[in-house]
């Protein structure tokens, strides 16, 4: 089971992002503000999860959670600032966005930079630890699979309904049949091991 709190003695903010590793559309994050000794035992990675089971719990995150907040940095930003510091800026998006103002930031992964000096914690594999975390996991993980299927229908060739951006053999033959349009990140270059890989 998923740990409540870091700390008992201040309002945390469970932060994730979304979109990292995909070769088109934006990065999401979330940041999440849960109650004091929130159970949820259905609570856990994203990654491990069903879609069915986190649309569900995106559900029931938003009705329970004291504050949520989902923010964008797009493809042109992701291009100008790389996707480490896009990555960022979305998670330093959602904080500002939250209506609680947090006391500590917990952090999924090992890479973040001080916002407004309240104090954060990196954890590597964090949405995997703590409830908030994992709660952010799943919001910037299901709103950014709704905006990549919504924006399939602009560009269809890429089935990004099935693959929602990622370097999927389908994806990259697409691109190598259509070319980029302008939802991919340029700076994001095909290696030959990916257009030679056996799927």
Do not use: E, W
């Given at each position: 089971m998923l740990l409540s709190?870091?700390?008992?003695?201040?309002?945390e903010a469970g932060c994730d992002e979304a979109g990292?590793?995909?070769?088109a559309g934006p990065v999401f994050a979330a940041s999440v503000i849960l109650p004091k000794d929130y159970k949820n035992t259905k609570l856990n990675d994203s990654k491990i999860l069903s879609e069915k089971q986190r649309n569900k719990l995106r559900i029931e995150i938003i009705n329970d959670a004291i504050a949520w907040k989902v923010a964008l940095v797009d493809n042109i930003e992701i291009d100008k600032i790389n996707?480490?510091?896009?990555?960022?800026?979305?998670?330093?998006?959602?904080?500002a966005g939250l209506e609680t103002v947090p006391e500590l930031l917990l952090i999924d992964g090992n890479r973040f930079k001080s916002y407004k000096n309240i104090?954060?914690?990196?954890?590597i594999k964090g949405d995997?630890?703590?409830?908030?975390?994992?709660?952010a996991s799943i919001l910037a993980k299901t709103f950014r699979d709704e905006y990549i299927t919504e924006v399939h229908e602009n560009y269809p060739e890429y089935n990004w309904k099935q693959n929602k951006g990622y370097a999927t053999f389908d994806h990259i033959q697409a691109i190598l049949e259509y070319g980029r349009c302008p939802l991919h990140r340029f700076t994001f270059h095909l290696k030959v091991e990916q257009l030679n890989i056996e799927f």
């Open positions: 709190n870091f700390t008992n003695d201040k309002i990292r590793g995909c070769l996707i480490l510091n896009a990555s960022i800026l979305a998670m330093q998006k959602a904080v104090p954060h914690h990196c954890i995997g630890k703590y409830m908030s975390i994992s709660a």
